[in-house]
């Protein structure tokens, strides 16, 4: 049974090492050294304190890949807008789990606010990531063409982005601005 949950420090030695995988061997991610368990943690916590969420998604064989969202840029006007990740176990990819996951992403980061997701994908050959985007209905917006240098190779990074929740109809609380 597929379970999708928020994220437990149980969970980072596999975070950490699906993570590890796409640093070593991907080009979604432009980190060439691979971030240890401490720093993953770090990182994990830095989204929790913001109230946003750090889900992974799980069967019986554990887990299997992990999705979070941070806000796009720090300064307070972007404070509705935040970057999705998501990564998955190697054999765990093209099974639609991806897409699971990034629909529950978005219903909680809505939950948390944002009005706005952005996806950075690194590689324009990432057809995983830009079709599970695509698929939760994610717009390209541009690509960045060959701005990151990984594998001895030049990578673009595609952007895309969808609307949540009230998106833009409608102003924030007063209690939010």
């Known amino acids: 049974m597929i379970k999708i949950r928020p994220s437990l420090d149980s969970d980072l030695p596999a975070i950490t090492a699906i993570y590890t995988h796409h640093v070593l061997h991907g080009t979604g991610t432009f980190e060439t050294t691979p971030p240890t368990e401490q720093d ?7 989204v929790l304190s913001k109230g946003l969420p750090y889900l992974v998604i799980e069967t019986a064989d554990g887990v299997l890949g992990f999705a979070y969202c ?3 840029k720090p300064r307070p ?4 807008s935040a970057e999705d990740s998501i990564y998955l176990a190697p054999a765990s990819a093209g099974n639609g789990l991806g897409r699971l ?3 529950e992403l978005m219903a909680q ?3 948390a606010g944002v009005r706005k997701l952005i996806a950075v994908i690194g590689d324009s050959a990432n057809l ?3 079709g599970v985007h695509k698929a939760c209905g994610f717009q390209p917006v541009g690509v960045l063409a060959k701005c990151g240098w990984k594998f001895e190779r030049w990578l673009d990074v595609v952007l895309m982005d969808r609307v949540i929740g009230l998106g833009s109809t409608q102003a924030p609380a007063q209690s939010q601005a």
């Open 40 to 46: 993953m943690a770090a990182r994990r916590a830095d």
């Open 70 to 72: 941070n806000w796009f």
């Open 77 to 80: 006007a972007y404070r509705f």
């Open 101 to 103: 996951l990034l629909e």
């Open 109 to 111: 980061a809505e939950r």
């Open 128 to 130: 995983g990531s830009v």
